[in-house]
Antibody, heavy 128, light 112 residues
Framework: EGQLVESGGDLVQPGGSLRLSCAAS????????MNWVRQAPGKGLEWVSY????????YYADSVKGRFTISRDNAKNSLYLQMNSLRDEDTAVYYC?????????????????????WGQGTLVTVSS | QSVLTQPPSVSGAPGQRVTISCTGS?????????VHWYQQLPGTAPKLLIY???NRPSGVPDRFSGSKSGTSASLAISGLQAEDEADYYC????????????FGTGTKVTVL
């Protein structure tokens, strides 16, 4: 089934930087695209970024484009999110989630993938 | 900012059936992209509940069912139980922005 464990969350001042990590186990990490999703306190889920299995393709939400960088190291079964120029509104729990587009019986077209499993999340607080 | 709209809350007595709607547009659900549903129990990470509009992962009770029609999708919970009290989110893809996965606004289910 797989397991994901995030780390790196902390309290950081506005304008600062932080690097989040996500350690994967229990599945062949290099076969899957990955995502970061965040949830501000008391708010809903917001997709942040996507990276393909080979790192050839990355996508970002408009809210973080130009400030955040997603990367991965398949040899270390790890996913990363480098966050620069942090703002108050970046305060959230950050989750990593595997991108799945095939069930046991069929594969789905581009854009129809889902997130499973999710990590437990790591809290990033941006405040002076 | 979410492009998928859900009712903020729904409630029902134990044993009743409740439904949660997820309304999108021609650039996401209406464009044919599949809809998935997640359950988030208090203080925990989201968990996949329904994928590909109607499919339940192993371990998810058959009380949960999903459907999709036109620019909308729905999640139904029949035989409501106390442990179903949680936040529920729909998710799809929007073709207006490259690679953009999108979530619904979220619905709090309360068991009376």
């Amino acid at each position: 089934e797989g397991q994901l464990v995030e780390s790196g969350g902390d309290l950081v001042q506005p304008g600062g930087s932080l690097r989040l990590s996500c350690a994967a186990s229990g599945f062949t990490f290099s076969n899957y695209a990955m995502n970061w999703v965040r949830q501000a306190p008391g708010k809903g889920l917001e997709w942040v970024s996507y990276i393909s299995s080979s790192s050839s393709t990355m996508y970002y939400a408009d809210s973080v484009k130009g400030r955040f960088t997603i990367s991965r190291d398949n040899a270390k079964n790890s996913l990363y999110l480098q966050m620069n120029s942090l703002r108050d509104e970046d305060t959230a729990v950050y989750y990593c989630a595997r991108d799945v587009d095939c069930s046991s019986t069929r594969c789905y077209t581009w854009g129809s993938s889902w997130f499973d499993p999710w990590g437990q999340g790591t809290l990033v607080t941006v405040s002076s | 900012q979410s492009v998928l709209t859900q009712p903020p809350s729904v409630s029902g007595a134990p044993g009743q059936r409740v439904t949660i709607s997820c309304t999108g547009s021609s650039s996401n659900i209406g464009a044919g992209y599949d809809v998935h549903w997640y359950q988030q129990l208090p203080g925990t990470a989201p968990k996949l509940l329904i994928y590909g509009n109607t499919n339940r992962p192993s371990g998810v009770p058959d009380r949960f069912s999903g459907s999709k029609s036109g620019t909308s999708a729905s999640l139904a919970i029949s035989g409501l139980q106390a442990e179903d009290e949680a936040d529920y989110y729909c998710q799809s893809y929007d073709s207006r922005l490259s690679g953009s996965r999108v979530f619904g606004t979220g619905t709090k289910v309360t068991v009376l």
